[in-house]
């Protein structure tokens, strides 16, 4: 069973920088990686997703030009570099794989993931 965990959550000032990590452990056969967020009271969202053999990405409008997601295929892992933080980026932040049968090139719904991480909580000051 594969399961995916993430890292490198914190606190960081307005204007800061975070790298987030998801690893997959086991093998991994998944076609894209995906990174949500969620904050309390309200839905989870699509931030951005990279698909893992090409390496073609797509982000939220909220975060284009500021958030840089990657992979390393050796590793199983994938990253969100977000740079230029704001307090709004607040939010406990999940990886995701979607669903082998989810049909979309770029899938950005909840229900087309089917594996999940545990969450890393990323809090930027004002």
């Known amino acids: 069973q594969v399961q995916l965990v993430e890292s490198g959550g914190g606190l960081v000032q307005a204007g800061g920088s975070l790298r987030l990590s998801c690893a997959a452990s086991?093998?991994?056969?998944?076609?894209?990686m995906g990174w949500f967020r969620q904050v309390p009271g309200k839905e989870r969202e699509f931030v951005a997703i990279?698909?893992?053999?090409?390496?073609?990405?797509y982000y939220a409008d909220s975060v284009k030009g500021r958030f840089t997601i990657s992979r390393d295929n050796a590793k199983n892992t994938v990253y969100l570099q977000m740079n230029s933080l704001k307090p709004e980026d607040t939010a406990v932040y999940y990886c995701a794989a979607p669903s082998r049968n989810s049909g979309s090139y770029y899938p950005t719904r909840r229900y087309e993931y089917d594996l999940w991480g545990q969450g890393t909580q990323v809090t930027v000051s004002s």
């Open positions: 990279i698909r893992w053999s090409v390496g073609t990405t």
């Open positions: 086991g093998p991994f056969s998944r076609y894209a």
